[in-house]
């Protein structure tokens, strides 16, 4: 597995991304790229490096709103002024001031900081860190807690099982999945477009090289999903077709049937979970009337009865492996599949054996399935935080137009805070947050909004003030995933594009501006910051008994391999094995197929146990044939999220110049709409256009867009609109319960029909904003 990146004498030279390592050569307008230093198949992401660094869309100069420079801060509707463009001195001493001015008159508790998104891959140059760093040592900010990724799972698998990181990255391994199960009933699938992408970068992109390895090895993936390609087309795995919103009854039915066959494992509830019988009083219909039979759960998921049963005994006679994608938890009442998931696996008995039982994750990252790094790679400190308020990071809209309102979190009733200035620097709200129309009105309520940006994204053009930052290949950094091989030199390949700035230079003169330069430095420049980060790995090398290569030598080699942690005997097999000295950290230290604690918060939209609850954005079979259709919004495979949208991959993937909407032909024909046509999609909230791709490859019922298009917001027949194909034009901005308030965006109840009007040509992802 050993590949050796090297700058060569073509001019070659490497560096990274989320989407894993690249050799690149910079040829004037264009990179070449050659994916040789990673393992395995090449991202089709990695097209969209190609053309983008000298793309008409990048910002070249700091760039205040006409309104902001004109009348000064305050409340005002954001995303429709001029820019204008200012030096940097001048751009400095603006925000500097504005800084200085929010914190004498409101504190540091009106500042919003949390800054959520994925920036780039350098373990240096990430913006999250330089941001609440900076905003650490003026003083502090309002945080934000938890990720759009994971927001209900990271809240609720601590009550009931153990916390997210240690699931996802230590309970199963390729290795032992291959070997030890047989069947692996894979709800959202195990989709191969995810699993080319981490936080830090792929280096070995072996998920679609398992999956094959299980298939030989004689393993089934059944993948339960609205989407047939959630698992690789080219090999043998099974597709139930099931209706979004579907999972938590298919799942109580699975139990259903199990219970009811007496399939279940006993020994096993008795010994490793708390609450089996009143989960299955549930189940069984004894507490509300309702059992809820695989006929019951037809009527919701769509998958017949008979269908239903079988899959119960297949499951409890094979080596099972229940894995849930993040995608489950990203819904309303999220917490419910994972828990209905959980509590299915915990009855066949197989949790703590290797490769079987409950997986959460597996297919969601390129990290999941791999061994961690022998030892954790050096990241920015962020220092410390003086303010403790923060807000569940999906709650930022509730939190900018309702400043004093109380709402649950956890078990504890929260406040917002009154927030007077915005900064964000590494991510794009205007595309991940739900409800964008709602949050354009969230957007004008602050005095002050700062972005730090690459390119004009619809959040860069709702801000007061735009300053523009370097890409990452503009600049050196260190880059690796926390479940990689490899820790790679990621030189600059492209010269920095005049006027922009690295994040962390142009938070040391804000710094300066503020007096605390030297407390945000340390007296560094970033090459010294990554020398110092370079050392940390080499101790690290050291300490493990490993000969580490010196400075220049990992910078001429491109990189270095890093050892992965042995695998040894996994936290949930060491439960298995002696589960009363070896408890989960949950109170009972049992599975809890009953919480206590949840039950004591009296949520009704989180009870005590798996509960099938009625989501408002749920399209019944009944609502279907009165016209509504289920969006699925998932993760694109064309890009990261929303970034470089213009590229070449995401930009060939339009369709009529939009962003592409999967249709099921029959829903296709009733609508009159043919492959390639323009949608409307709509609902209460706004509306959105789209290019219609009519396929076989999604339910009934379902429609599929991809979240990321660069939102261009428009009144079309006076109606708010995104001409470009964001789905968050449309979806529903709420938490997914009061117990975790995640991101709920992955689904919504929409119409869709062929769009006959005029259509304005997508201007977003062409030019900049017009400036003065
Ligand atoms: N409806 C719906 N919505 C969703 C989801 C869904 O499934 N459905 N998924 C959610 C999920 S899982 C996530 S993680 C979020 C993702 O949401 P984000 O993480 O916000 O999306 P990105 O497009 O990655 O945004 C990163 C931005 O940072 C900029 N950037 C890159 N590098 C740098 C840098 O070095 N410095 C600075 N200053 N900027 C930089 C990029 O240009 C880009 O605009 O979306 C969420 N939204
Ligand atoms: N190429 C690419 N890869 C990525 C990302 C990206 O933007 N692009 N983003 C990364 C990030 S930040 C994250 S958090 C992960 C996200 O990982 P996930 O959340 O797992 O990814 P999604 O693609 O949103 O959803 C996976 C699949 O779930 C299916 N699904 C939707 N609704 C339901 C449902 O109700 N039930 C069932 N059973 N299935 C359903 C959809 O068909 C979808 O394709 O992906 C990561 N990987
Ligand atoms: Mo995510």
């Known amino acids: 597995m050993a590949v050796q990146p090297r700058s060569d004498e073509q001019g070659y030279r490497v560096h990274s991304s989320h989407w894993g390592p690249f050799e690149g050569r910079w040829l004037g307008e264009q990179l070449d790229i050659r994916p040789t230093c990673s393992v395995g198949e090449t991202p089709p992401l990695m097209g969209n490096l190609v053309d983008t660094a000298r793309h008409a869309t990048r910002v070249t100069q700091p760039m205040i709103r006409s ?47 949390g800054s959520y998104g994925w920036s780039s891959a350098g373990r240096f140059h990430h913006a999250q860190s330089h941001v609440h760093r900076f905003l650490n040592v003026a003083g502090g900010y309002v945080a934000s807690k938890g990720t759009y990724s994971t927001g209900a ?12 990181d240690t699931v996802t990255s230590l309970w199963h391994d390729w290795e032992a999945i291959i070997t030890g199960s047989d069947l692996i009933l894979a709800f959202g699938g195990i989709p191969l477009k995810n699993m080319l992408v981490a936080p830090g970068g792929v280096a070995d992109h072996c998920g679609h090289e398992n999956l094959r390895r299980y298939s030989a090895n004689g393993g089934t993936v059944v993948s339960v999903s609205p989407v047939r390609d959630d698992v690789p087309t080219d090999l043998p795995c099974e597709w139930i077709p099931m209706r979004a919103f579907g999972d938590t009854a298919l799942l109580l039915a699975l139990s259903y049937v199990l219970i009811n066959e007496g399939l279940h494992d006993e020994r096993f509830l008795d010994r490793y979970t708390v609450g089996f019988p009143r989960f299955a009083d549930y189940v069984l219909g004894k507490t509300d009337g309702i059992p809820k039979t695989p006929s019951w759960a037809e009527g919701i998921c769509g998958v017949a009865a008979s269908d239903v049963v079988l899959l119960a005994r297949r499951a409890a006679s094979s080596r099972t492996l229940v894995n849930t994608t993040y995608s489950l938890q990203r819904s309303q009442f999220g917490e419910q599949p994972l828990w209905a998931a959980l509590s299915f696996a915990a009855l066949l008995g197989q949790v703590g054996l290797p490769g079987r039982g409950f997986s959460y994750g597996l297919g969601s990252m390129g990290s999941h399935g791999k061994l961690p790094m022998a030892f954790p790679i050096p990241a920015l400190p962020q220092g410390k935080n003086r303010v403790a308020t923060f807000i569940p990071v999906a709650r930022v809209a509730d939190m900018l137009l309702r400043p004093g309102q109380d709402y649950d979190f956890d078990g504890h009733v929260l406040t917002y805070p009154d927030i007077h200035l915005v900064y964000w620097a590494g991510g794009n709200p205007f595309h991940h947050h739900q409800d964008l129309f709602r949050l354009r009105e969230a957007f004008a309520r602050p005095d002050t909004v700062v972005v730090h940006e690459q390119y004009w994204t619809a959040t860069a053009r709702h801000a007061d003030v735009v300053l523009p930052v370097t890409l990452s290949m503009e600049r050196s950094d260190l880059g690796a995933g926390r479940q990689d091989t490899r820790l790679i030199a990621m030189h600059q390949l492209v010269p920095p594009l005049a006027g922009t700035r690295d994040d962390f230079d142009i938070f040391a003169d804000l710094a300066a501006h503020l007096g605390v330069r030297e407390e945000y430095t340390e007296g560094r420049s970033s090459h010294q910051w990554l020398d110092v980060m370079v050392a ?18 990992f910078w001429r080699v491109g990189g270095l391999d890093i050892p992965t942690r042995p695998r040894g005997e996994t936290p949930i097999e060491a439960f298995r094995r002696n589960p009363d000295r070896h408890p989960l950290p949950t109170p009972s230290g049992r599975i809890e197929l009953f919480s206590e604690v949840i039950a004591s918060f009296g949520y009704d939209d989180c009870p005590g146990h798996a509960t099938w609850l009625e989501p408002s954005e749920r399209v019944t079979v009944s609502e279907q044939q009165q016209g509504f259709l289920q969006l699925v919004a998932n993760n694109p495979a064309t890009r990261l999220h929303s970034q470089l949208d213009p590229g070449r991959t995401s930009r060939h993937s339009k369709v009529s110049g939009r962003e592409p909407l999967r249709i099921a032909a029959r829903d296709a024909a009733v609508r009159g709409i043919a492959d390639g046509d323009l949608v409307r999609v709509w609902n209460d909230r706004g509306q959105l256009l789209a290019g219609a791709v009519v396929t076989n490859d999604v339910v009934d019922g379902a429609v599929q867009l991809s979240t990321g298009a660069w939102f261009e917001p428009a009144d079309l027949d006076g109606r708010p609109t995104c001409i470009h194909g964001n789905p968050n034009s449309v979806t529903l901005d709420a938490g997914t319960s009061r117990l975790s308030q995640g991101c709920s965006g992955q689904l919504a109840r929409v119409r869709v029909e062929k769009f006959l009007g005029e259509a304005p040509d997508v201007t977003v992802t062409k030019h900049a904003p017009h400036s003065d």
């Open 153 to 164: 799972a990271e809240v609720f698998l601590p009550h009931v099982v153990d916390a997210v």
């Open 536 to 553: 940390q790995v080499q101790q690290s090398m050291s300490s493990v008994g490993l000969n580490p290569p010196d400075r220049d030598e």
């Open 67 to 113: 309104g902001w420079l004109e009348a000064g801060p305050g409340p005002s509707i954001r995303g429709r002024d001029p820019f204008i463009p200012v030096s940097w001195d001048e751009a400095v001493r603006l925000v500097g001031d504005e800084i200085r001015r929010v914190i004498e008159l409101h504190g540091n508790e009106s500042i919003y900081g």
